[in-house]
């Protein structure tokens, strides 16, 4: 079965550094984009970081320059770094997968569980 199972998060204070681990199973890791979203409470859903298939990565303003994000193909782990860690980064971190299914002409999905990362002033 698919897992991506997180980890690596926890309390920090504002300024501190953490790294974030997801390690998937049940796909063929190489043929999916991977990222990471957060949630924090009241806001919607974002894209924190993606990487392709092919290691391109992307990541929102708000984050750019202190995050980085990679991928393990040995592993079949992808990791984010976080540095400079501010209270605005305070959420719920979620790995994602997904693949481009041309026969039945929609996403294959997939997501882990979450984990809490929160950051103190």
């Known amino acids: 079965q698919v897992q991506l199972v997180e980890s690596g998060g926890g309390s920090v204070q504002a300024g501190g550094s953490l790294r974030l681990s997801c390690a998937a199973s049940g796909i063929v890791f190489t043929l999916y984009n991977m990222g990471w979203y957060r949630q924090a409470p009241g806001k919607q859903r974002e894209l924190v970081a993606g990487?392709?298939?092919?290691?391109?990565?992307n990541y929102t303003d708000p984050v750019k320059g202190r995050f980085t994000i990679s991928r393990d193909y040995a592993t079949s782990t992808v990791f984010l770094h976080m540095n400079s860690l501010t209270p605005e980064d305070t959420a719920i971190y979620y790995c994602?997968?997904?693949?481009?299914?041309?026969?039945?002409?929609?996403?294959?999905?997939?997501w882990g569980q979450g984990t809490q990362v929160t950051v103190s002033s």
């Open positions: 994602n997968a997904d693949r481009w299914d041309r026969l039945r002409k929609r996403s294959q999905v997939f």
């Open positions: 990487i392709s298939s092919g290691g391109n990565t």
